[in-house]
């Protein structure tokens, strides 16, 4: 009677487990971005739409990518659990929101960017745009921080007036994201051109809520594994506008 009461014993603490699992990931794993298009489409045809999904696919469980029109309030969700994640946002953010773990492997380089209708100019760096009428986003700390004093800007709300401001020709150039950028430019026909190099080029990552923290180091795996078997590259050149094009 010894052998089978432990074996019985196993086989309740298996099933046990198992229904833990279920109950765990009986909705699929929500991962939220503030970003738009082309990280988001419609049809959730874009960029974080496909991707996410096959990557935890990958690990056997359900997982979509969410959009948020508030970057702070969707950072908030995924801290207290509310979402299971973020899809996409800069290193470090674990030193700022203590429940998010990263996944150590980034899912792509966020290229900061000036766009101009009539500049042709090496932007190596924001001293060379100190000559020039300059829009951007109010709050993106990364134009922010970095425009040198005495340079003149102009600050607006959203990316449709950072690109109108562009089309009508009230700013030599306009700073944004690329392929967020690239994406608006080709949707409105816009006449411009994106300067290179890019002002500033950041890693951005992946994050889980710690209860799933058992899920990051495979997620890791399983994004390194979709970059060598091509699957990443065909998802980026499927949804980014001019991917692999400098």
């Not at 029109?69 to 207290?80: F, L």
């Not at 700073?175 to 890693?203: C, D, S, Y």
């Amino acid at each position: 009677m010894w052998l089978p009461t432990r074996l019985l014993r196993a086989l309740l603490l298996l099933a046990q487990l198992l229904a833990a699992s279920v109950v765990v990931h009986a909705e699929p794993l929500r991962l939220n971005s503030g970003v738009g298009a082309p990280y988001f489409k419609d049809g959730k045809s874009g960029f974080l739409d496909l991707l996410v999904p096959e990557l935890f696919r990958r690990l056997g469980v359900d997982a979509e990518a969410v959009r948020y029109g508030a970057a702070e309030r969707a950072m908030i969700n995924a801290n207290t659990g509310v979402d299971d994640g973020v899809a996409m946002r800069i290193k470090g953010l674990e030193k700022i929101y203590p429940n998010l773990v990263r996944i150590e492997e980034k899912i792509i380089d966020n290229e900061f960017i000036a766009y101009s209708a009539r500049v042709q100019v090496a932007t190596t760096g924001f001293d060379v745009l100190k000559d020039y009428q300059v829009g951007y986003i109010n709050g993106w700390k990364v134009f922010e921080v970095g425009l040198l004093p005495g340079t003149v800007t102009t600050k607006v709300q959203d990316a449709e007036q950072l690109f109108t401001l562009l089309a009508s020709d009230r700013a030599d150039l306009v700073l944004f994201e690329r392929w967020q950028g690239n994406h608006i430019l080709r949707e409105r026909a816009i006449k411009a051109h994106m300067l290179r190099p890019p002002l500033v080029t950041t890693e951005m990552f992946m994050y889980l809520h710690s209860k799933h923290a058992q899920l990051v180091e495979p997620a890791a795996r399983a994004l390194r594994a979709m970059k060598a078997d091509g699957t990443y590259q065909r998802i980026a050149a499927q949804t980014l506008p001019d991917y692999g094009k400098q």
